[in-house]
């Protein structure tokens, strides 16, 4: 959570202040200037926000924003590189590492020349400073316009970080530059003001432990978590809460799930089942009951393949190198979608045993251990990786696809919707949440698809045994190409009642192993 213990980050812009005469401090700067004077100034902030600057008439933050830029762009070219950042923010006296000094300048580099014009300059500290307010209306929950000690512990206990007294107040101390003992803007934006934005652990935890909701599906990318998290065993909190709700969730929504498998095995163009149709099937050939074929095995699976994938996720962060508690969208792509495969790969004869068990007739195995021993007296160690391909390269797609949404759904909302809080609340997130989820499935569906024909293709009698590819161009001749997207229906009918049971037991198991809730 905290950089460093009992504080957020190095003390920031204290003497770059927000009228003219804080150029005083810094010779040769012209206070009305903004570097090239061919830039153009950035557009008329609202003046009852920022009051006009006593010296020169432009608003306080228009005036802050051109002499920060000056002061910075260390060599005078009108741009601001990395290396001026370095040299610039030293004289300021504050330190960053060159990975930040890179997220910033790649944040704001619109024309992607590696440097900040002041045009990009101000455009990402404005959005950066809107971010960094909705923050700080966030934690005041006085709403006086100060921050103060106990806000302090109360915000970071709501967020499962529990902090003494004496932490909190070297927190406040290190904001707190006239000696009130709270944090007002100024003092809050000065501190925070040249951090990557998505390094502002509150920011991140707002938009944390969203991705419990569990659809039946295993792909998703891990959830964060803070060392504080991990050392205080809150993250297992988390782990089991979010383990249980799935289970409930899966079991509450099997009969649609073994529909959809079934449909994808056994629907054609001349054997067209339909929904009404499918659980009549099931209900004729093995009553009530036979609606949960498949579901024990899906829900012991959870476990094992949590457990895998959050391990195999931590020990990719370190390998690709990164030092931050919440890494960047390119590098959580990358980092989940490999420790999905791993986790996959562990887990995968279960599957297996998932899919012939959705699909077994009235009798044909006595349970799971039944099942596991048939399939390798009669197939072999190898049919317990049948559709192994498709479905690691599902991953992929999904996982892409999921957090890409996600990011842009998330920033939307921040930049237009979001006015006195950065928490956007459980009904954001859960369409948030919702809609990326069912467009990455979406995506990696044909692939899902492929994978259960492969899993199912012995106990169809006679049936060939198709590779990947020679399946996929057999689907599409006979059936066309929506044959790739067989049980979408039934798979779509259950994201909504999974989402919502998921987060209800998420919610009350959380209680019950007393996770303090946003």
Same mark, same amino acid.
């Not at 003497?15 to 100034?41: F, I, L, N």
């Not at 967020?159 to 006239?178: C, F, P, R, T, Y």
């Not at 079934?262 to 149709?277: D, E, F, P, T, Y």
């Not at 161009?473 to 049980?487: A, C, F, K, M, N």
């Given at each position: 959570?905290?950089?460093?213990?009992?504080?957020?980050?190095?003390?920031?812009l204290?003497?770059?202040?927000?009228?003219?005469?804080?150029?005083?401090?810094?010779?040769?700067?012209?206070?009305?200037?903004?570097?090239?004077?061919?830039s153009?100034?950035?557009?008329?902030?609202?003046?009852?926000?920022h009051p006009?600057?006593?010296?020169?008439?432009?608003?306080?933050?228009?005036?802050?924003?051109?002499?920060?830029?000056?002061?910075?762009?260390?060599?005078?070219?009108?741009?601001?590189?990395?290396?001026d950042?370095?040299?610039?923010l030293?004289?300021?006296?504050?330190?960053?590492?060159?990975?930040?000094?890179?997220?910033?300048v790649?944040?704001?580099?619109?024309?992607?020349?590696?440097?900040?014009?002041?045009?990009?300059?101000?455009h990402?500290l404005?959005?950066?400073?809107?971010?960094?307010?909705?923050?700080?209306?966030?934690?005041?929950?006085?709403?006086?316009?100060?921050?103060?000690?106990?806000?302090?512990?109360?915000?970071?206990?709501?967020?499962?970080?529990?902090?003494?007294?004496?932490?909190?107040?070297?927190?406040?101390?290190s904001?707190?530059?006239?000696?009130?003992?709270?944090?007002?803007?100024?003092?809050?934006?000065?501190?925070?003001?040249?951090?990557?934005?998505?390094?502002?652990?509150?920011?991140?935890?707002h938009?944390?432990?969203?991705?419990?909701?569990?659809?039946g599906e295993?792909?998703?990318?891990?959830?964060?978590?803070?060392?504080?998290?991990?050392?205080?065993?809150?993250?297992?909190?988390? @782990? /089991? %809460? !979010?383990?249980? $709700? &799935? *289970?409930?969730?899966?079991?509450?929504?099997? #009969?649609?799930?073994? =529909? +959809?498998?079934?449909?994808?095995?056994?629907?054609?163009?001349?054997n067209?089942?339909?929904?009404?149709?499918?659980?009549?099937?099931?209900?004729?050939?093995?009553?009530?009951?036979?609606?949960?074929?498949?579901?024990?095995?899906?829900?012991?699976?959870?476990?094992?393949?949590?457990?895998?994938?959050?391990?195999?996720?931590?020990?990719?962060?370190?390998l690709?190198?990164?030092?931050?508690?919440?890494?960047?969208?390119?590098?959580? @792509? /990358? %980092? !989940?979608?490999? $420790? &999905? *495969?791993i986790?996959?790969?562990?887990?995968? #004869?279960?599957?297996? =045993? +998932?899919?012939?068990?959705?699909?077994?007739r009235?009798?044909?195995?006595?349970?799971?251990?039944?099942?596991?021993?048939?399939?390798?007296?009669?197939e072999?160690?190898?049919?317990?990786?049948?559709?192994?391909?498709?479905?690691?390269?599902?991953?992929?797609?999904?996982?892409?696809?999921?957090?890409?949404?996600?990011?842009?759904?998330?920033?939307?909302?921040?930049?237009?919707?979001?006015?006195?809080?950065?928490?956007?609340?459980?009904? /954001?997130?859960?369409?948030?949440?919702?809609?990326?989820?069912?467009?990455?499935q979406?995506?990696?569906?044909? =692939?899902?698809?492929?994978?259960?024909?492969?899993?199912?293709?012995?106990?169809?009698?006679?049936?060939?045994?198709?590779?990947?590819?020679?399946?996929?161009?057999?689907?599409?001749?006979?059936?066309?190409?929506?044959?790739l997207y067989?049980?979408?229906?039934p798979?779509f009918?259950?994201?909504?009642?999974?989402?919502?049971?998921?987060?209800?037991?998420?919610?009350?198991?959380?209680?019950?192993?007393?996770?303090?809730?946003?």
């Amino acid at each position: 959570m905290m950089h460093q213990q009992g504080s957020f980050v190095a003390p920031l812009l204290g003497e770059v202040s927000c009228q003219c005469r804080a150029a005083e401090a810094h010779p040769g700067v012209d206070p009305g200037g903004g570097g090239d004077p061919s830039s153009p100034p950035p557009s008329t902030p609202d003046c009852r926000r920022h009051p006009p600057c006593d010296s020169c008439g432009g608003s306080e933050q228009e005036h802050r924003h051109k002499v920060l830029f000056q002061i910075l762009d260390v060599n005078g070219d009108g741009g601001i590189c990395v290396n001026d950042l370095t040299i610039g923010l030293k004289k300021l006296g504050v330190h960053r590492t060159e990975h930040e000094l890179r997220k910033i300048v790649k944040a704001g580099d619109k024309d992607l020349d590696g440097q900040l014009d002041f045009e990009e300059f101000v455009h990402y500290l404005r959005d950066h400073e809107k971010k960094l307010r909705l923050v700080f209306k966030s934690l005041d929950k006085k709403n006086d316009g100060r921050i103060d000690l106990q806000e302090i512990m109360q915000s970071l206990g709501d967020l499962g970080v529990n902090i003494s007294e004496e932490q909190a107040e070297k927190i406040l101390k290190s904001m707190d530059k006239n000696g009130t003992m709270t944090i007002d803007w100024n003092e809050w934006r000065d501190y925070h003001l040249l951090h990557p934005a998505d390094n502002i652990p509150e920011i991140i935890l707002h938009w944390k432990h969203s991705t419990i909701f569990d659809v039946g599906e295993s792909l998703l990318v891990p959830d964060e978590f803070t060392a504080e998290e991990r050392k205080t065993g809150m993250l297992w909190r988390h @782990l /089991v %809460a !979010g383990g249980g $709700a &799935g *289970a409930v969730s899966r079991t509450c929504t099997a #009969p649609l799930d073994r =529909l +959809k498998v079934l449909m994808q095995v056994h629907a054609s163009k001349s054997n067209s089942m339909r929904i009404a149709g499918g659980f009549s099937h099931m209900i004729r050939e093995g009553g009530v009951r036979s609606l949960w074929r498949g579901n024990g095995i899906n829900v012991i699976k959870i476990a094992p393949e949590s457990a895998i994938k959050f391990m195999a996720y931590e020990q990719i962060k370190r390998l690709i190198g990164s030092d931050q508690e919440t890494l960047g969208i390119a590098e959580r @792509l /990358v %980092a !989940g979608s490999l $420790a &999905g *495969a791993i986790a996959q790969s562990s887990i995968y #004869p279960m599957e297996v =045993l +998932k899919t012939r068990l959705a699909l077994r007739r009235t009798g044909q195995y006595s349970g799971i251990m039944d099942c596991a021993k048939r399939i390798f007296h009669k197939e072999g160690v190898a049919a317990f990786y049948k559709g192994y391909a498709p479905n690691l390269l599902g991953i992929i797609p999904y996982a892409g696809i999921d957090l890409a949404i996600y990011e842009t759904l998330k920033n939307s909302w921040l930049q237009n919707f979001a006015t006195d809080s950065a928490d956007p609340g459980v009904f /954001v997130l859960l369409a948030c949440g919702t809609t990326s989820s069912t467009c990455g499935q979406l995506a990696s569906y044909p =692939l899902a698809l492929i994978r259960t024909r492969m899993q199912a293709q012995a106990t169809l009698e006679g049936g060939p045994q198709m590779s990947m590819t020679g399946l996929f161009r057999h689907i599409v001749r006979t059936e066309g190409p929506t044959g790739l997207y067989r049980g979408l229906a039934p798979n779509f009918m259950k994201v909504i009642p999974s989402v919502s049971i998921s987060y209800v037991v998420y919610e009350y198991l959380k209680i019950a192993l007393g996770v303090q809730s946003k």
